[in-house]
């Protein structure tokens, strides 16, 4: 679940391999979908509703938006490369658990290790800065 949900965080990854094609022109929706090989709802819902890709300000008589494939271009390779970023970022050192209340990495006084119902040894500490119970849990190698 973890992993899917960074999957969906990141750009499509056709808009990177795809969008080397796009020129420094004016596309509409329809167009972009079809050189990217994505769906139309893809680019004006997530990308565009979502994720604040460039338009162009003025849109045609028919309300249809236009995008420069050029700077959807290296707005996608700018917001792929903040994700890996954020992604690097986000790694906990070892001595590190993740406190889903104060959304940050902490580091507690003492731990536990305690296995799961499944079988899964895993961390318990309690959060150094709100007290809230705190999990990590371990990987194969740990
Ligand atoms: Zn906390």
Same mark, same amino acid.
């Given at each position: 679940?973890?992993?899917? %949900? $960074?999957?969906?965080? &990141?750009?499509?990854?056709? =808009?990177? $391999?795809?969008?080397?094609?796009?020129? &420094?022109?004016?596309?509409?929706?329809?167009?972009?979908?079809? +050189?990217?090989?994505?769906?139309?709802? @893809? $680019?004006?819902? @997530?990308?565009?509703?979502?994720?604040?890709?460039?338009?162009?300000?003025?849109?045609? =008589?028919?309300?249809?938006?236009?995008?420069?494939?050029?700077?959807? @271009?290296?707005?996608? #390779?700018?917001?792929?490369?903040?994700?890996?970023?954020?992604?690097?970022?986000?790694?906990?050192?070892?001595?590190?658990? =993740?406190?889903?209340?104060?959304?940050?990495? #902490? #580091?507690?006084?003492?731990?536990?290790?305690?296995? %799961?119902? %499944?079988?899964?040894?895993?961390?318990?500490?309690?959060?150094? $800065?709100?007290? %809230?119970? +705190?999990?990590?849990?371990?990987?194969?190698?740990?």
């Amino acid at each position: 679940m973890k992993s899917k %949900s $960074i999957r969906k965080e &990141d750009v499509n990854p056709n =808009l990177l $391999i795809y969008g080397k094609r796009l020129k &420094d022109m004016n596309y509409t929706v329809q167009e972009l979908s079809e +050189i990217l090989g994505v769906k139309p709802r @893809y $680019i004006r819902e @997530y990308l565009i509703g979502r994720k604040g890709a460039p338009v162009q300000p003025k849109a045609n =008589l028919k309300g249809q938006v236009f995008i420069n494939g050029k700077e959807l @271009y290296e707005w996608a #390779v700018e917001f792929h490369k903040k994700k890996l970023e954020k992604k690097e970022k986000n790694a906990l050192k070892e001595n590190e658990f =993740l406190c889903c209340h104060c959304q940050k990495h #902490v #580091v507690p006084e003492a731990f536990s290790v305690e296995m %799961s119902a %499944s079988g899964t040894p895993f961390r318990k500490a309690f959060c150094p $800065i709100c007290g %809230s119970r +705190i999990n990590r849990y371990l990987k194969k190698k740990d």
